[in-house]
């Protein structure tokens, strides 16, 4: 039985493209994968962890040369740390441009 809890607003569609994030003064750039995406937010495994309330620019790139990347002001709400310093995060997307 599903829960009114579990329902999203939003499919989560599976990506797998390569993203980078922008944040922090000085500027720090965190590489990663951009492993699923809805309408409200991202998920994303990064090469490491990104605090959570954390503002970032992130740039998914798709592939192809010609063309501009996807780009968006997200907040991480959640992380998880994994092997090796890297984490999976979940985001908000607070801005698209």
């Keep these: 039985m599903a829960y009114a809890y579990e ?3 939003f499919e ?6 390569a ?3 922008y944040y922090g003064s000085p500027h720090k750039v965190v590489e990663g994968v951009c492993v699923d995406i809805s309408h409200n937010g991202v998920g ?3 090469s490491s962890i990104v605090p ?3 503002e970032c620019k992130v740039k998914v790139h798709d592939g192809f040369q ?3 990347p996807f780009q968006a002001l997200i907040e991480v ?4 740390p994994m092997d090796k310093g890297r984490c999976r995060v979940g985001a908000a997307i ?3 441009f």
Excluded: A, F, Q, W
Excluded at 12 to 17: A, F
Excluded at 77 to 80: G, N
């Design 52 to 54: 959570i309330g954390t």
């Design 12 to 17: 989560r569609v599976k990506i797998n493209t």
């Design 7 to 9: 329902k999203r607003d």
């Design 19 to 21: 993203v980078t994030l």
């Design 77 to 80: 709400k959640h992380i998880l």
């Design 44 to 46: 994303l495994d990064l």
């Design 94 to 96: 607070l801005e698209m």
């Design 66 to 68: 010609n063309r501009e």
